[in-house]
């Protein structure tokens, strides 16, 4: 029987953009997965994000009857963590993907920037509030997001899976629509949790790993000092942003398959 790998998804992308990681991790593993966290209206976003890890914790308790591997990117990698802190017998590990743990001096000044405001303008917040939402074919779609420096970076099956997942077709005309509410990714963005690292400050009950991008701009900004001792030795770098997972997903799935076989003497 394949183990089970539970992956959240980053803030903005629903999980189905992952898909070539997970066609390289098919073999060994079962993947699942909720679509796009946070658009479950039982399940508001707030601060600290208390429901959406009840939604995962929801979703896992419901689909399982043994523990499985929680796996993250970004929004995904802190709530995963976040879900393992509350039931640890549900999970054998967690691997968290460019998802620093914010922790100390920086906890206190996110807090204090969500409070002003500021926060806004130090991450992606701001530019949420007006993405465009609508694009009259996937063609259009597709040399829109190719032409952005970000994006161009991407490996072209992700970017196709993007274009399909996350834009999908919405009408007989072949037009397309965002997926992902964008009132959701900016509170998202807004209510980014700033305890996770005085809680980890006790240790962590289950293994924890964490794969880091060597361009990451959250990484830092934020350090990685909280992340170490919680992952201890386990911890390992790939060429990218804070995207490496679309930047390098073949890359990504072979770092992950390696950390999870070394979480795996740690169970």
Do not use: C
Not at 114 to 133: C, F, I, V
Not at 221 to 240: F, K, N, P, S, Y
Not at 242 to 266: I, S, V, Y
Request: net charge positive.
């Amino acid at each position: 029987m394949k183990n089970i790998i539970h992956f959240s998804h980053a803030n903005g992308f629903p999980a189905s953009t992952y898909r070539t990681i997970f066609a390289e991790l098919a073999d060994d593993y079962e993947l699942r997965f909720i679509e796009r966290i946070g658009h479950d209206a039982r399940f508001p976003v707030t601060q600290d994000w208390p429901h959406l890890v009840e939604e995962l914790i929801e979703d896992i308790g419901r689909r399982y009857e043994r523990p499985v591997w929680l796996v993250g990117h970004s929004l995904g990698g802190y709530l995963s963590m976040m879900a393992a802190l509350k039931k640890p017998q549900w999970v054998k590990g967690v691997v968290m993907l460019d998802s620093p743990v914010i922790a100390g001096w920086r906890s206190s000044m996110l807090r204090v920037s969500q409070w002003t405001g500021l926060d806004e303008k130090l991450s992606p917040a701001a530019a949420t509030r007006t993405r465009r939402t609508h694009w009259a074919s996937r063609d259009e779609t597709w040399r829109h997001f190719h032409s952005k420096p970000a994006f161009a970076r991407w490996d072209e099956r992700v970017l196709s899976d993007y274009v399909d997942f996350g834009i999908p077709q919405t009408a007989i005309d072949g037009s397309r629509t965002l997926a992902f509410d964008r009132r959701t990714e900016y509170l998202i963005y807004r209510t980014l949790p700033h305890t996770l690292g005085a809680r980890l400050g006790r240790g962590t009950p289950v293994p924890v790993g964490f794969i880091a991008g060597t361009r990451s701009k959250e990484i830092r900004q934020v350090g990685l000092d909280a992340t170490r001792r919680a992952t201890g030795e386990h911890l390992e770098w790939i060429e990218g942003s804070h995207l490496f997972p679309m930047e390098k997903p073949l890359e990504t799935a072979r770092a992950l398959q390696r950390m999870l076989h070394g979480l795996e003497r740690d169970v």
